[in-house]
């Protein structure tokens, strides 16, 4: 089946540092992929998504673009900020609903300032 | 305000109670979701709603019963259930079969004792 990969966290940076998060998957289709991120407290916010090969997905300053040779997605931004602290989920859809949206297990962000 | 509302915020049960979860949207989305999310271990999909038909039922136990009145609402009963069923129940809702991503509510924390 369908599954996403992301580095293990924490990851634990100063602030303005550059910032990767690795994101991997295999799926069995031409799937969507997006990034989410979740705030202490909070549910899932959709951060940023890429529908097809090259595409590259960004919003407050973060990046990703999906590299089908690599089966990659991974999440980047320039210069963080202590406010970035927070979950970060990758995932996939790949037709059909529920079982086709697959999350990877997060990787956890700590920015000290 | 994500669009997705889940109510209440925070839940404290006893086992032997029974108490509902709700989650409203006003996307018209037509699908949404349930998830359990537990300390240190990734997103768990519980139940599917297709046009308020359910379309997947994730293993879940019977303790845990939908109900989707309507493409808007969606509640989940619970009774009778264990301190291992404590985590952050997450609702989320979808256009279509979720290829623009998922839309999420901030979840109800549930801690039963």
């Known amino acids: 089946g369908d599954s996403v990969t992301q580095m293990e966290g924490p990851v634990t940076l100063s602030e303005e540092a550059f910032l990767t998060i690795n994101c991997t998957y295999t799926a069995t289709g031409y799937p969507s992929l997006f990034w989410y991120v979740q705030y202490p407290g909070e549910g899932l916010q959709l951060l940023l998504k890429?529908?097809?090969?090259?595409d590259k997905g960004s919003n407050k300053g973060f990046e990703a673009t999906y590299r089908k040779e690599t089966t990659s997605f991974h999440l980047e931004k320039g210069s963080v900020q202590v406010s970035d602290s927070a979950v970060y989920f990758c995932?996939?859809?790949?037709?059909?609903?529920?079982?086709?949206?697959?999350f990877g297990p997060g990787t956890r962000l700590s920015v000290l300032p | 305000e994500t669009g997705v509302t889940q109510t209440p915020r925070h839940l404290v049960m006893g086992m032997t109670n029974k108490k509902s979860l709700k989650c409203e949207q006003h996307?018209?989305?037509?699908?949404m979701y349930w998830y359990k999310q537990s300390a240190k271990k990734p997103l768990e999909l519980m139940f599917v709603y297709n046009f308020k038909e359910q379309t997947e039922n994730n293993s879940v136990p019977s303790r845990f019963s939908p109900e989707c009145p309507n493409s808007s609402h969606l509640f989940l009963h619970l009774h009778t259930l264990q301190p291992e069923d404590s985590a952050l129940y997450l609702c989320?809702?979808?256009?279509?079969?979720?290829?623009?991503?998922?839309?999420f509510g901030s979840g109800t924390r549930l801690t039963v004792v």
């Open positions: 890429a529908t097809k090969a090259d």
């Open positions: 989320a809702s979808s256009q279509g079969d979720g290829n623009y991503g998922y839309t």
């Open positions: 995932a996939l859809s790949d037709l059909g609903y529920g079982q086709n949206f697959v």
């Open positions: 996307l018209g989305h037509n699908a």
